[in-house]
Each structure stands twice: as structure tokens, then as C-alpha cells.
């Protein structure tokens, strides 16, 4: 299995440097439908403590050699603006190393925030110059979020999915009890229809820029489709993630939202109207959010709960409070304690389901705040974006909608499905590459 896969990431790794070599900013669109499109079980087990080599590591690492190569990354450019508080977030990941709970562990964490967010920053806001390849880019993440949906569909109603043939035998894809549950290429169903109410924002703004007919109508097929995969992620986190970006669009008046948003609603009700069973899904699961005995209010409540066992764990020690336990501790640390709401039974916290407590609790309130300085920083420089590049205003509000649901789930979930994130930094890069390099912004 370990030789498949070996087999795969090389080829993948040897397309993307030939596309490099014969057009390089098609094939920096290429490593991003790529890096949103494969899944993290794509990879190669070193084996022991050692870091594991998956395909977007491998990727991402070819890109950087070749564009070292090729001299793209010393080109002259102005500095981007969140470069210094991501390196200083990476020092501040070494000084948490040294007081680890597990030093290996949070070392393949270190080196993972190294390859995985630095370096990828760093390529797309260095070797991205110009406008097209922004779009092209742009339509790349689309068809990898385009095929993430179809993916879903079809592992919904037939239950195959590619990505069983190539995952560990013991992996939770093979629980018989979430049977009914749709991963495709990502790590859970959360993350897929996370990824789902990320693109949509962008796969609109594509949608709206469409001049040729046959692609407007298969732009608007594939949009269309992400609102099924939506509904059949079973989440709320993803729908709610979902109103907030339709909210966002609203109220910086994305183009044409208003149509776009009764089609909504009527496509709503009329589903409603064909299937009672929808709707008597959607309000049972709303009710139930608010009732701790039930699983599904129980874990609305257990959400908030990981922030308390977090601040309890790192403030025991001075050096953990500044730099917490390192990256990696919530998997391998034995926490248990008795829930504040319900019954106040004992658990054991071993489902890191708030990604800011993971923060807390992996790089302590210096991280923490670290990391919410940067992400205030790039919503920021995007919205000072919509008012002084008018003619990107509809560019500007989608990467903004889209950056906004990746946050709000950071509340509900721990993202360890890296596809989330490479979503989240190519918006981020192509919204600071347009306000610095093409149309140099003062800052």
C-alpha cells in the first residue's frame, strides 16, 4: 500500500514540475487544485517519529525547488504585509517545542506550519505577478471544489469513494455507523462541507464573470450542486458556515446578490415543498442543538467546554500559560475531567472539536493571540481592499466571505484537513498580491 501511494505522489509531484516547465503560472493553478483536491491520506509513512510525506508536502516542496531554481523567488517585489507575524508565529512554535509534551510530535508540527502555510504563503505572494494568473489560480480552486462535490455526491448514493482504496484499513471512513456520511477527499464531513461553504463565495464570483454561455451554464451546474453537497454533509457547523458568507455578500453588496439570494430561497422551498423530510430533518437537528441530553446539543455545549479545559491545562505552569504544550499535545495528552453542563459526567477530552482551544492549548496565550492578530491583520488589508480597488470590489467581498467561514469553524472543529487551510492562504495571497503588487496599495 505504502509503494501505491509512493507510485502516486511521485507522479503527481513529476505532472506539476512538467507544467512548471512549460507554463509556470499555469502550473502554480495546477498545485492549488491539486493541494485542495487531494486527500491528506494521499502520503508516504516514514515510519517511528518521523515526519510523514504526503502529497502536498511533496508538491509544495517541488514548487519551491523549481521557482528557487528558475530565480521566481528572488524577484523584487513589495512586502507582504502578514509576512512578518506568520515568521514570528513560527518562532513562537520553536519556543513551545522546548517545553513539548511530546518533542517529536510537535517537531512534525513545526515542520508541517513550516511547509504547509509559510512556504506556500511565501511562493504564491512572491511568483504571482500578474492578474491572469490570479484567475487562472482562481478557476483551478473551483474545479478542485467542483470535483470535491461530485466526489460527495456520488460516494452519497453509491457509497464508493477512491480515497478508501488508498487509506489505512483502521481509518474512521470505515466506521459502519457513519455509514451515511460523506467524506470525499477530506478527513471528516464536517471538513467537507466546510470546504463546500468555502469555495461557494468564489465558484460565485467565476459564475458571475462568465461570458461564454456553455461555461456559465456548467459553472452554474456545478454552484448549484455545491448546495446539495451541503444539505448532505449533515452538519450545521457547514450551514452556518454557509449563512455567514451569504450574510458577508449582503452587506458589502456582492454583485447581483439579491437575485442570487431569492434563488436561494425559492430552490429552498421548493425542495421543502418535494421533500417534508428535509425540513423535518433540519428543525430536529436545530432543536436538539439546545438540548445537552441529546448527542447533538451535547456537543454544541462540549464545544465551549474545550476552551475551559484548555485555559485549566496551561495554566497550571508559567511556561505553559506564555507557550502552551506544543503542537500536536491534544492527541497524545490523557485529559479527562467532568463536564460544567448536563449530567456533569466524567470524559475523557480526546475530540479537539474548537480549533481556537487546540490553539490555547498547543502554543498557549502567546500563540494564541499571535494567531488572532494575523487573521484580524488579513480581513483587514481585504476589506481596505473593497474600498480603494474598485474594479476588484466583487474579487475582494468573495475571498472575504470565503476567509470568514474557515473562522467561524475554527469555533466548532479542529481543521486537520490541510485542504481547508490551503483554501484559506491562496485567498489570503491572491487578495494581498492585488492590493500590493498589481495595483500597490499603500499600507
Known amino acids: 500500500m505504502n509503494i501505491i501511494r509512493l507510485i502516486i505522489v511521485l507522479s503527481i509531484s513529476i505532472f506539476i514540475l512538467y507544467f512548471l516547465v512549460r507554463n509556470y503560472n499555469k502550473g502554480l493553478a495546477l498545485t492549488v487544485f491539486f493541494l485542495i483536491l487531494l486527500p491528506n491520506e494521499l502520503c508516504v509513512e516514514l515510519g517511528a517519529d518521523l515526519p510523514t510525506i504526503t502529497?502536498?508536502?511533496?508538491?509544495?516542496?517541488?514548487?519551491?525547488?523549481?521557482?528557487?531554481?528558475?530565480?521566481?523567488?528572488?524577484?523584487?517585489?513589495?512586502?507582504?504585509?502578514?509576512?512578518?507575524?506568520?515568521?514570528?508565529?513560527?518562532?513562537?512554535?520553536?519556543?513551545?517545542l522546548i517545553f513539548a509534551f511530546k518533542f517529536a510530535v510537535s517537531l512534525n508540527g513545526i515542520i508541517v506550519f513550516a511547509i504547509e502555510t509559510l512556504?506556500?504563503?511565501?511562493?504564491?505572494?512572491?511568483?504571482?505577478?500578474?492578474?491572469?494568473?490570479?484567475?487562472?489560480?482562481?478557476?483551478?480552486a473551483c474545479s478542485a471544489i467542483f470535483l470535491i462535490v461530485i466526489l460527495g455526491l456520488i460516494e452519497r448514493y453509491t457509497k464508493f469513494n477512491p480515497v478508501d482504496y488508498i487509506v489505512p484499513s483502521n481509518d474512521p471512513r470505515f466506521d459502519p455507523d457513519k455509514i451515511n456520511s460523506i467524506y470525499s477527499t477530506l478527513a471528516h464531513p464536517i471538513h467537507f462541507g466546510t470546504a463546500l461553504a468555502m469555495g461557494w463565495p468564489i465558484c460565485l464570483y467565476i459564475l458571475d464573470k462568465q461570458d461564454n454561455p456553455l461555461r456559465k451554464n456548467l459553472f452554474f451546474i456545478c454552484t448549484f450542486l455545491i448546495y446539495g453537497g451541503l444539505y448532505f454533509s449533515g452538519s450545521r457547523g457547514p450551514w452556518l458556515g454557509f449563512c455567514v458568507a451569504l450574510i458577508l455578500l449582503i452587506v458589502f453588496k456582492f454583485p447581483r446578490i439579491k437575485q442570487k439570494t431569492l434563488f436561494i430561497v425559492y430552490l429552498v422551498i421548493l425542495i421543502l415543498m418535494m421533500r417534508p423530510g428535509i425540513y423535518e430533518t433540519i428543525s430536529g437537528l436545530w432543536t436538539a442543538t439546545f438540548d445537552v441530553e441529546r448527542i447533538e446539543g451535547s456537543s454544541f455545549y462540549y464545544r465551549f467546554e474545550l476552551l475551559k479545559v484548555a485555559f485549566r491545562e496551561v495554566i497550571k505552569f508559567p511556561e505553559r500559560l506564555a507557550f502552551g504544550y506544543g503542537d500536536g499535545s491534544a492527541q497524545v495528552m490523557d485529559l479527562r475531567g467532568?463536564?460544567?453542563?448536563?449530567?456533569?459526567?466524567?470524559?475523557?477530552?480526546?475530540?479537539?472539536?474548537?480549533?481556537?482551544?487546540?490553539?490555547?492549548?498547543?502554543?498557549?496565550?502567546?500563540?494564541?493571540?499571535?494567531?488572532?492578530?494575523?487573521?484580524?491583520?488579513?480581513?483587514?488589508?481585504?476589506?481596505?481592499?473593497?474600498?480603494?480597488?474598485?474594479?476588484?470590489?466583487?474579487?475582494?467581498?468573495?475571498?472575504?466571505?470565503?476567509?470568514?467561514?474557515?473562522?467561524?469553524?475554527?469555533?466548532?472543529?479542529?481543521?486537520?484537513?490541510?485542504?481547508?487551510?490551503?483554501?484559506?492562504?491562496?485567498?489570503?495571497?491572491?487578495?494581498?498580491?492585488?492590493?500590493?503588487?498589481?495595483?500597490?496599495?499603500?499600507?
Not at 525547488?65 to 513562537?92: A, D, H, T
Not at 512556504?119 to 489560480?137: E, G, H, M, P, Y
Not at 475523557?348 to 491583520?377: C, K, P, Q, R, T
Open 55 to 96: 502529497a502536498f508536502r511533496a508538491i509544495i516542496l517541488v514548487v519551491t525547488f523549481y521557482s528557487l531554481y528558475k530565480g521566481k523567488l528572488k524577484e523584487k517585489c513589495p512586502k507582504m504585509p502578514i509576512l512578518n507575524i506568520l515568521i514570528v508565529i513560527f518562532f513562537s512554535k520553536l519556543a513551545s
Open 119 to 140: 512556504l506556500l504563503f511565501v511562493i504564491l505572494t512572491k511568483a504571482v505577478n500578474d492578474r491572469q494568473t490570479i484567475i487562472s489560480i482562481m478557476y483551478g
Open 338 to 443: 467532568m463536564l460544567s453542563y448536563g449530567s456533569g459526567r466524567e470524559v475523557n477530552f480526546w475530540s479537539w472539536d474548537n480549533h481556537f482551544a487546540v490553539m490555547l492549548l498547543h502554543e498557549g496565550l502567546i500563540g494564541l493571540i499571535l494567531h488572532l492578530i494575523l487573521y484580524f491583520l488579513i480581513f483587514y488589508y481585504l476589506i481596505k481592499g473593497i474600498k480603494l480597488i474598485p474594479q476588484e470590489r466583487s474579487l475582494m467581498i468573495a475571498l472575504i466571505a470565503s476567509n470568514a467561514v474557515l473562522i467561524f469553524m475554527m469555533t466548532n472543529v479542529a481543521l486537520f484537513s490541510p485542504q481547508l487551510g490551503f483554501i484559506f492562504w491562496t485567498n489570503t495571497a491572491i487578495g494581498l498580491i492585488l492590493s500590493q503588487k498589481i495595483y500597490k496599495i499603500k499600507t
